[in-house]
């Protein structure tokens, strides 16, 4: 059983930081991608950030410049630090990961990121 625990969210004002860390169970490099997304309110959830086995990350456009994915091997962790957080960055951020080989989508529960003006 293949499991993602993200850590690091909390309560912070606009314009701060947080580092999210998500923790798998396997190595990560059984997956060919692990990621980011987030949902608010209200609103369909959506991809933050990935990075892929070999690296190469991808960042939706609106968060370019503010938020970072990177990751560990040795810990069989990926991170995402986030600055310059705004209100409108309020979300469940969820954790991610793509099996290399079954193509399956695995997630974590969530961390809350609240940001308060």
């Known amino acids: 059983q293949v499991q993602l625990v993200e850590s690091g969210g909390g309560l912070v004002q606009a314009g701060g930081s947080l580092r999210l860390s998500c923790v798998a169970s396997?190595?990560?490099?059984?997956?060919?991608?692990m990621g980011w997304y987030r949902q608010a309110p209200g609103k369909e959830r959506e991809l933050v950030a990935s990075?892929?086995?070999?690296?190469?990350?991808n960042y939706a456009d609106s968060l370019k410049g503010r938020f970072s994915i990177s990751r560990d091997n040795t810990k069989n962790t990926v991170f995402l630090q986030m600055n310059s957080l705004k209100p409108e960055d309020t979300a469940v951020y969820y954790c991610?990961?793509?099996?290399?080989?079954?193509?399956?989508?695995?997630w974590g529960q969530g961390t809350q990121v609240t940001v308060s003006s």
């Open positions: 991610n990961g793509r099996g290399a080989t079954t193509m399956t989508d695995y």
């Open positions: 396997r190595s990560i490099f059984a997956f060919n991608r």
């Open positions: 990075i892929t086995s070999g690296g190469s990350t």
